[in-house]
């Protein structure tokens, strides 16, 4: 039996999260980096909540280059979503989410760009495997985000194999999936943006935007926009899988102590890590 939940907002809910929404999506580009910053902080503040209340706990600045670079990545990716309605139509699509940065930011893009095509956002489902073993931060988090954005969550509490399989069952439209994988990940280094699942998976095209963007892409985008992520993130964690395999970054760790308890003070938060390649340190080998 397939254990499918699909949820929505209310109409109440909505002119809230619709109205915050705007306020964070809508800022103007200047040319001042620090005054972007500062006002996507506070606009930040404004709509998060619950463990999430600080998405941009601190002031993060980001260099004109930079920022340059990251309307570069955007602009490609607005061209990606581009061919992917040429190719499928709108009730084809789904969104894969698991609460992570990589995804969160991809969600973000394809929201704007939704906007710009005049897309309702509920028009392109949210899909998310729940699992007993996550992190509550991420569950709650994954809850904010629907808000947030307002879009049609779907859940299922299954491996990503199975939650497919009983997707392509329940969904039959579904042809195509959006996924925030990059090339760094496991197994994504020879990844193309459009890609079949393999044989022994339900047939679906899986959709990559994001291949090319780094870790530090990945943040920039958030701190220029004033994207939300889960607070996990602020206390050392710079990839999260479940609880029972994933730790605080050793190399984010800034105290001496050998005891010192994890996802505290003593780790410096995600965005701060200097070597990209340390990504996945606190990640815990499977046995």
């Known amino acids: 039996m397939n254990k499918c939940c699909i949820q929505t907002t209310t109409q109440q ?4 999260i619709t109205q915050s929404f705007n306020i ?29 209340k600080k998405c941009n706990p601190q002031y993060v600045t980001v260099s004109p280059e930079d920022r340059k670079h990251i309307e570069q990545r955007v602009q490609t990716a607005y061209e990606f979503f581009e061919k992917t309605l040429q190719i499928y139509r709108v009730d084809e699509l789904i969104f894969c989410f698991n609460g992570g940065k990589d995804c969160t ?3 973000d893009v394809l929201m704007r760009y939704c906007r710009t095509q005049n897309i309702a956002s509920q028009h392109i ?39 497919l399989t009983h997707m392509t069952e329940d969904m039959p439209l579904i042809k195509a999936v959006f996924v925030g994988s990059r090339n760094t990940d496991p197994h994504c280094e020879q990844l193309q943006p459009m890609q079949k699942t393999d044989s022994d998976w339900p047939d679906m095209m899986r959709l990559n935007p994001l291949l090319e ?15 939300p992520y889960c607070s996990l993130y602020a206390q050392g964690y710079t990839s999260i899988g479940y609880k029972s395999n994933t730790l605080p ?5 800034r105290c001496s102590d050998p005891n010192a ?27």
């Open 125 to 163: 489902p949210m899909l998310y495997i729940e699992s007993d073993d996550s992190f509550p931060e991420i569950d709650e988090f994954v809850a904010r985000c629907v808000e947030l954005y307002d879009v049609k969550l779907i859940k299922y509490k299954d491996s990503l194999k199975q939650a």
């Open 13 to 16: 809910q909505q002119a809230t």
């Open 24 to 52: 964070v999506n809508m800022l103007p580009h200047t040319n001042n980096t620090n005054t972007n910053n500062n006002n996507n902080n506070n606009n930040c503040k404004a709509h998060c909540n619950g463990s999430n």
């Open 105 to 107: 930011v991809l969600l």
């Open 261 to 287: 308890v994890p996802a505290t003070s003593c780790y410096r938060p995600a965005w701060e890590l200097a070597d990209p390649t340390q990504e996945r340190a606190g990640r815990l080998s499977r046995k």
């Open 213 to 227: 963007w780094t870790y530090h892409d990945i943040w920039h985008y958030i701190h220029l926009h004033g994207v």
């Open 249 to 253: 970054n050793p190399h984010l760790k």
